[in-house]
């Protein structure tokens, strides 16, 4: 419930009721209990020893989308609850810095989704192309980081998402195969949202010579049409 807590924010900023601000309250509070020296928290808070897969797996893609969603928060609640805005962009910073704490190698093109609490051994990474349900591609944490750049201006995140967007640039959009994994059209729409994004922020041309040699070779693909 944590990860809605922008909603919770939008919510009580329309109509000032106590219990959703009580809800508030309660996330910010149950996920911050939950994190480790890094900031960083697991994928989910009551995996059985049994369930290896989740258990004391730590996530940085879902903790930072968190942190960044409560400096969103914090923003719709600036004026009303100042102490409370004020907090949940305290434990945001501690959530985006757990995020670069990750062991992400961007030269080596590792993106990490899920690491061991324990050791912070990788056990799960994000892939340029090929995303499904509970592993994001790697373009939309890139989208985050662009956006908590814009949040707290930050270089580091900047630099992550400029990262990525060179990946994105230089790999090719994969050929279907036999037994290839199915490429979701929300990857290369994300992907090209992120150029775009990275023109924005940059004024760099680059990001939209990029952004539309991708769209040149994704038409035909995904609508069958002639360019």
């Given at each position: ?54 258990h004391l797996v730590n996530a940085p893609t879902q903790t930072f989308s968190l942190g960044v969603s409560l400096l ?69 944490t890139a989208l985050l980081c662009v956006r908590a750049w814009q949040l707290t201006a930050d270089s580091r995140f ?33 992907a090209l949202d992120l150029l775009v994004d990275l023109y924005s922020a940059t004024s760099d041309v680059k990001w ?20």
């Amino acid at each position: 419930s944590g990860f809605y807590i922008f909603d919770l924010a939008f919510a009580y900023s329309q109509r000032r009721r106590p219990e959703t601000l009580r809800r508030i309250e309660d996330y910010l509070e149950y996920w911050w209990e939950k994190k480790d020296a890094d900031g960083l928290l697991l994928i989910e808070s009551r995996s059985a020893v049994e369930a290896t897969h989740f258990h004391l797996v730590n996530a940085p893609t879902q903790t930072f989308s968190l942190g960044v969603s409560l400096l969103e928060a914090a923003c719709l609640l600036d004026g009303q609850h100042g102490d409370l805005a004020g907090r949940m962009r305290r434990y945001a910073a501690t959530y985006l810095e757990g995020f670069l704490t990750a062991p992400h190698d961007l030269d080596s093109q590792i993106y990490v989704s899920m690491c061991l609490r324990a050791d912070g051994a990788v056990r799960e990474r994000m892939d340029l192309w090929g995303s499904v349900y509970g592993v994001s591609s790697v373009a939309s944490t890139a989208l985050l980081c662009v956006r908590a750049w814009q949040l707290t201006a930050d270089s580091r995140f900047l630099e992550w998402g400029r990262g990525a967007g060179e990946a994105y640039a230089v790999t090719p959009f994969p050929k279907a195969a036999p037994g290839a994994a199915a490429v979701p059209a929300t990857d290369p729409g994300i992907a090209l949202d992120l150029l775009v994004d990275l023109y924005s922020a940059t004024s760099d041309v680059k990001w939209l010579e990029a952004a539309g040699d991708m769209a040149d070779s994704l038409l035909p693909l995904y609508f069958q049409a002639r360019i």
